[in-house]
């Protein structure tokens, strides 16, 4: 129990009387609780910001502008692949490839292939790929284009073929053989 003393300076009667200080605690730690709670979710909810402004660093200085890369572009149809090579918007080349798909094994254990398009792919990276030296640590990116009906088998036939054609790359101490190119899945 807390007191409060009302003095009444010298006046005949004097008040004082006795609060509960039960609630006020409580009231205290529920509130406490609540701040602890959202000042955790508030700092989530934070976006970064600075007053960094895009451009060059030297507004006397001009940029020379960087031509984007090429880009491979992999359509899954249901006929054929469709592989188009973009530089930015502007489309490089385009090539179709019928679909033949091979089953290899047997019973439960068949997998899909498409040697046709693993070989086409190859082709066309060495064509107009852009990293291919040994020193280079970029790999060529590829976006993969499917419909949500397309099965799961067939999605991995074609990332088989995707990642068929290899580059040497120095990794460390040593040479290696890795896919030449980074895929990407596509949204819409």
């Known amino acids: 129990m807390g007191g409060v003393d009302v003095d009444t300076g010298g006046k005949k009667r004097s008040t004082n009387s006795e609060i509960n200080m039960v609630p006020f605690i409580d009231l205290l730690f529920v509130t406490v609780a609540f701040l602890l709670i959202t000042a955790v979710w508030v700092t989530n909810s934070r976006i970064n910001a ?96 499917s419909d949500n009906r397309t099965q799961f088998k067939e999605l991995v036939a074609v990332l088989d073929a995707l990642y068929s054609p290899k580059r040497e790359m120095i990794l460390g101490k040593e040479t290696k053989k890795i896919p030449v190119f980074n895929m990407t899945f596509s949204v819409r």
């Open 50 to 145: 600075d007053a960094q402004v895009p451009g060059p660093p030297d507004p006397n200085k001009e940029l020379t502008p960087q031509t984007p890369e090429k880009v491979l572009n992999l359509h899954i149809g249901e006929n054929d692949f469709g592989l188009v090579w973009k530089q930015g918007a502007t489309v490089v080349s385009e090539v179709k490839v019928p679909k033949t798909p091979v089953e290899l094994g047997d019973g439960s254990t068949k997998v899909l292939r498409y040697p046709d398009l693993a070989k086409k792919i190859e082709e066309e990276w060495k064509a107009q790929g852009g990293h291919r030296d040994a020193s280079d640590k970029k790999l060529d990116q590829c976006i993969l284009y």
